[in-house]
């Protein structure tokens, strides 16, 4: 798939993720976080990896739960309650992204401050 200039912070894509061990990788939802410009200019992008396992969200400062029983959650394309982990940031080749979803409210990304306005860039500077 052709990406240049097609991916802005806060899209929600799937792509292949690798396992920690770097034992193979598993298709899975993604927060692109790099900034616009970026993203137009490098052919690589920094995500936060997107898990359906939300128990840690609660108690984790660096995770962000999205309810998709919400008209917020709903928004984001996810299937399944998800939560946004902050702490579990990639860098990744835009051209392996395999499907871009639909963008999430502003309430997660901030799109017009900049990152570190955002309720991600918030959980983003906890992750560091």
């Known amino acids: ?15 292949p993720i690798a396992f920690v061990s770097g034992r193979g990788t ?3 939802p993604a927060v692109i976080v790099q900034s616009d410009s ?3 200019r490098l052919q690589s992008t920094l995500i936060a990896v997107v898990t359906t396992n939300t ?3 609660v108690n ?3 995770q962000l739960l999205i309810d ?13 309650n998800s939560t946004i982990k902050c702490e579990h940031i990639d860098t990744v080749d835009q051209r392996d992204i395999v499907k871009k979803n639909r963008r999430p409210p502003c309430r997660f990304i901030g799109e017009a401050g900049g990152l570190s306005e955002s309720r991600i860039g918030n959980w983003l500077e906890l992750g560091t």
């Open 26 to 28: 598993k298709s899975r």
């Open 68 to 80: 998709i029983a919400t008209l917020d959650g709903q928004q984001t394309g996810l299937l399944r």
């Open 55 to 57: 128990s840690r969200a």
């Open 60 to 62: 984790e400062p660096t």
């Open 38 to 40: 970026l993203n137009v």
């Open 1 to 15: 798939m052709s990406t240049s200039g097609k991916y802005l912070r806060g899209d929600i894509v799937l792509l």
